[in-house]
Each structure stands twice: as structure tokens, then as C-alpha cells.
């Protein structure tokens, strides 16, 4: 089983900028799409960007020109490079694969973007 470890989140006011990692534990990393996902309190859990193990990548509207999603297969890792964070971007984000069926989750990372 795939552990998944995410870090990089904190306190930003809005307008500022985070950057997130998720290291993979396990060789099946690289074949597989990766995506970020993220819960605000009260919702549920969203989507938020993708990317396939050859680099495409996708992206929820709500993020579109803000965030970028890229992978070091050789690191087993994936980022998530966040701009112009928005008080909305306010939620544990997590890293997992962008399938069906999901590893199991990592204690995810806290983003808060309040002024």
C-alpha cells in the first residue's frame, strides 16, 4: 500500500502564494495519474487538479491560471504550486491518485488564506 505524506500548507492572506508537496512511499508512483485534492469544512471533498504520468494536466475551474499541478517521478513526488490564493482556497488539501479507487489518505495539509 501506497503512503502518501502531505506538507507545504499554512496561514497565507489573500493574494499570497503557497507551495505544496505530497511524497509517495512505493515504485507504482510514476504510472499513475496524481491529482490534489481538497475539504473545506461542512463540504466535501473536490478535485481540484491533475496531472497523467506523462505531465498533462487538469485543473477545476475554480483554480484555472492559479494553481499548477507537476510530479517528480524520480522524487516520487507531486507539487501544487498555488497563486493568488483566495479566502475560498481555505481547506486541508490532500494528494492521492486521480482514479477510481484511491490509496488511502494522508493526514493532508492545512491551507488557511485569511487577512
Known amino acids: 500500500?501506497?503512503?502518501?505524506?502531505?506538507?507545504?500548507?499554512?496561514?497565507?492572506?489573500?493574494?499570497?502564494?503557497?507551495r505544496l508537496s505530497c511524497a509517495a512511499s512505493g515504485s507504482i508512483f510514476s504510472i499513475n495519474p496524481m491529482g490534489w485534492y481538497r475539504q473545506a469544512p461542512g463540504k466535501q471533498r473536490e478535485l481540484v487538479a491533475a496531472i497523467t504520468s506523462?505531465?498533462?494536466t487538469t485543473y477545476t475551474d475554480s483554480v484555472k491560471?492559479?494553481?499548477?499541478?507537476s510530479?517528480?517521478?524520480a522524487k516520487n513526488t507531486v507539487y501544487l504550486q498555488m497563486n493568488s490564493l483566495k479566502p475560498e482556497?481555505?481547506?486541508?488539501?490532500?494528494?492521492?491518485?486521480a482514479t477510481a479507487t484511491r490509496w488511502?489518505?494522508?493526514q493532508g495539509t492545512q491551507v488557511?488564506?485569511?487577512s
Not at 502531505?6 to 489573500?14: A, F, I, M, T, Y
Not at 491560471?65 to 499541478?69: E, L, W
Not at 482556497?89 to 491518485?97: G, L
Open 1 to 18: 500500500q501506497v503512503q502518501l505524506v502531505e506538507s507545504g500548507g499554512g496561514l497565507v492572506q489573500p493574494g499570497g502564494s503557497l
Open 54 to 56: 506523462g505531465g498533462t
Open 65 to 69: 491560471g492559479r494553481f499548477t499541478i
Open 71 to 73: 510530479r517528480d517521478n
Open 89 to 97: 482556497d481555505t481547506a486541508v488539501y490532500y494528494c492521492n491518485r
Open 104 to 106: 488511502n489518505w494522508g
Open 112 to 114: 488557511t488564506v485569511s
